[in-house]
């Protein structure tokens, strides 16, 4: 009728856009999370304290950003010295809580003597829950070798004659003696060595079976080392090689704990959890704060 208009319809694009309207009230997708790192644990060496780390910490922060990274500030300078076993019993109760809080798993990184108490750690430690042991230049089948440390602690020693003290309940209360391996005296060492001839399953004892079935446990191990360390020696023992009677090197392969699979070695090799990382050019002191070293051989496994 004149005079009466029908309703008025909304614009072309409104109706047009009417199918997409649940899209358009649908809320907004979250924003994507950050990777979520595991926790990282950094034991030091020899005479160290954390502070030899902060180049290493830097590095994982920038390529790891919101890794949380503990180096544990335990048995520093001179206290480093001390028996192996009090220092691991210290580590343990240092690192048990960190791993109580990461069911993730987490991460070690040791360094040169250090490597040897986080050896110990995987060993008796029944619940760990170490991905990655990442062994910085680490006599992982003990030192032979004339070495400043060495001619500082025992100055009126040389290699061939240290086994005198090293081999001795007195020396046995040094670290450095604790992985002393002598060659040309493998009966002394097999019979006198409190720490390392035990952690390598070489001499009988009642916690073998339940050590090795616990460093079975890690993820992978990665070793670190290089020929030109100047310090670890030989510097083979990085990747658990050592003299012969002769001084000859033999790789890991060719060393009794690997054909006997004293500790879980050969095992660990055959389930691809063994990774060698060596790098030519590095002295023993830079080892945690060369970049390219971490790119190659640490950021890679720190999940």
Known sequence: MPGLRGPRLPPAGILLALPFLPLLLLPAAPAPRRASYKPVIVVHGLFDSSYSF???LDYINETHPGTVVTVLDLFDGRESLRPLWEQVQGFREAVAPIMAKAPQGVHLICYSQ??????????????????????????????????????????????????????SPWGQEFSICNYWHDP????????????????????????????????????????????????????????????????????????????????????????????????????????????????????????
């Not at 890991?252 to 500790?263: A, G, H, P």
């Open 184 to 303: 040309h005296h493998d009966d002394l060492y097999l019979n006198a060595s409190s720490f390392l001839a035990l952690i390598n399953g070489e001499r009988d004892h009642p916690n073998a079976t339940a050590w090795r079935k616990n460093f079975l446990r890690v993820g992978r191990m990665v070793l670190v080392g290089g020929p030109d360390d100047g310090v670890i020696t030989p510097w083979q023992s990085s990747f658990f090689g050592f003299y012969d009677a002769n001084e000859t090197v033999l790789e890991m392969e060719e060393q009794l704990v690997y054909l006997r699979d004293s500790f879980g070695l050969k095992t660990l090799l055959a389930r691809g959890a063994i990774v060698r990382c060596p790098m030519a050019g590095i002295a023993h002191t830079a080892w945690h704060s060369n970049h390219t070293l971490y790119e190659t051989c640490i950021e890679p496994w720190l999940s």
């Open 114 to 167: 250090g490597g040897l108490v986080c050896r110990a750690l995987l060993s008796v430690m029944d619940e760990h829950n170490v991905d990655s042991f990442i062994s910085l230049s680490s006599p992982q089948m003990g030192q032979y070798g004339d070495t400043d440390y060495l001619k500082w602690l025992f100055p009126t020693s040389m290699r061939s004659n240290l086994y005198r003290i090293c081999y």
């Open 54 to 56: 902060r180049h290493l």
